[in-house]
């Protein structure tokens, strides 16, 4: 059967830097993609110039609309028989048309492919490096037959595009969009696969603000909002079981953690920062070592004085030299750079003296109590569930790195839940505004 010719769609609002990377990615693929259309969001940076200068089709929203209408506009407008949704601050590898190609020309069956991120995120700091790696291990985990759809990486027949209404243009910022049309793919019967094989990399700079606000606002709140709405909550992705008991456990940590508080007070606090500042510490240790801004250096400063003195008020002085040591062992680590074994071999030296400090405080410093007992099975059981997330993370970076993962992995599963509860919230008050069947419509998308 004769190859389908493929359209690439990228919508882009002021990412020059890193959409000019992705058009070269693109310009030396292995098996080019036979159009490129760029369709521009309203970008006040020159990223549509940028891209006219590529040779690539460009398109505008006139104005900021989103990227759902951005892409609608694409796929009207491209002529391949594959639409391959890309994001700006991706880059494709040389085989990575060449795939999604050779999928739709062996199943003619097949109406929608997405791939993954890969696991060598383009932004070296530790908040995008851990956010990143994470989607690529979700995605590489999760089943071939897929669920729904992804626009950051996703290929789709045209004509089932077009049959489907395309993307619901309601979003009128980067959300849930392409998970609600996978949805309205999946009730028709469509087949979707995820190809593992298919990977690109996500260039984007993650910040902690940044994440949460993804997380919550345009990730966790509306897809909860499009479970309830489906009646549907599949056990893939992010929503797979062991997720979803992790939240749960999350609740009770944060539970117990605010009985501990009210009953002890700062007795009860103090070494728990402390415990959190040292899991932190691969974090902060890249705070500090970025020499061209002193807010890290000021930030660990801080809360370092601020620990101090909650010591010595609660009479706990004994903790602040095991602190300071592993804590400068932590930012050596990951400021100076240590080769093979020597480097090995300091890296059991850092993790030694953390474990070592963590036992020292909970031993003399945490009440001995059933209520710290329960909240430390607790986190041993989150752990335990995301074994192989933290094994993974200790066998692609360092085992440092895994450690100062796991409270960032605790507080996603934790505001997680917090967005359901939220997602809820809002779903029941939109349907008693409405009052009718139209709260629930998914005929049109694009005109709602």
């Not at 997405?114 to 851990?130: E, T, V």
């Not at 897929?146 to 209404?165: D, L, N, P, Y």
């Not at 986190?379 to 192989?388: D, F, I, K, P, R």
Request: aromatic share 10%; hydrophobic share 45%.
């Amino acid at each position: 059967m004769a190859s389908p010719t493929i359209s690439v769609v990228i919508p882009v609002y002021n990412s020059v830097d890193t959409l000019r990377q992705a058009l070269e990615r693109l310009a030396v693929s292995r098996d080019p993609a036979d159009e490129i259309v760029v369709v521009d969001d309203g970008s006040t940076d020159g990223s549509a110039e940028l891209a006219r200068a590529a040779g690539v089709r460009v398109l505008s929203t006139d104005g900021r609309k989103g990227p759902a209408r951005a892409r609608n506009i694409g796929a009207k407008a491209a002529s391949g028989e594959i639409v391959f949704f890309l994001d700006a601050d991706v880059t494709v590898s040389p085989d990575t048309i060449e795939r999604v190609r050779h999928g739709f020309a062996e199943d003619p069956s097949l109406d929608a492919l997405i791939g993954s991120y890969d696991d060598n995120p383009g932004s070296a700091d530790f908040l995008s490096q851990y956010r990143n790696l994470m989607h690529h291990f979700v995605h590489q985990r999760s089943r071939r037959d897929a669920c729904t759809f992804w626009s950051g990486c996703g290929a789709i027949r045209r004509s089932v595009f077009e049959e489907h209404g395309g993307f619901d243009e309601s979003y009128e910022r980067p959300a849930i969009e392409d998970i609600e049309l996978g949805y309205r793919l999946f009730q028709s019967g469509r087949k979707m696969i995820l190809d593992r094989e298919v990977q690109v990399k996500h260039l984007k700079r993650w910040t902690f603000w940044g994440l949460i606000r993804c997380d919550v606002l345009d990730r966790g709140i509306p897809w909860t909002e499009l479970i309830l709405r489906d009646r549907r909550m599949p056990n893939d992705l992010n929503l797979q079981l062991s997720q979803r008991v992790s939240v749960a456990l999350a609740f009770i940590l944060m539970a117990l953690a605010a009985v501990g508080t009210i009953y002890w007070g700062g007795y009860f606090l103090t070494p728990l920062f402390v415990l959190l500042f040292l899991a932190l510490g691969r974090f902060w240790g890249e705070a500090v070592s970025q020499r061209e801004s002193r807010s890290g250096l000021v930030v660990t400063a801080l809360i370092v004085a601020a620990i101090a003195g909650m010591s010595a008020l609660h009479h706990m002085t004994g903790m602040i030299p095991p602190l300071l040591l592993s804590y400068g062992l932590l930012l050596m680590h990951h400021r100076y750079e240590f080769g093979g074994a020597r480097r090995r071999r300091y890296t059991r030296i850092a993790l030694g003296a953390l474990f070592a400090t963590a036992v020292f405080l909970t031993v003399f410093y945490m009440p001995s109590h059933v209520l710290i007992y329960s909240a430390m099975m607790v986190v041993l059981a989150m752990v335990a569930l995301n074994t192989q997330f933290y094994l993974f993370l200790a066998a692609r970076k360092h085992k440092l790195f895994a450690v100062a993962a796991i409270p960032f992995h605790l507080l996603y599963h934790l505001y997680s839940g917090f967005s359901f509860l939220a997602g809820l919230v809002r779903y029941t008050f939109s349907k008693q505004v409405a009052r009718g069947p139209a709260a629930t419509t998914v005929e049109t998308p694009a005109k709602r």
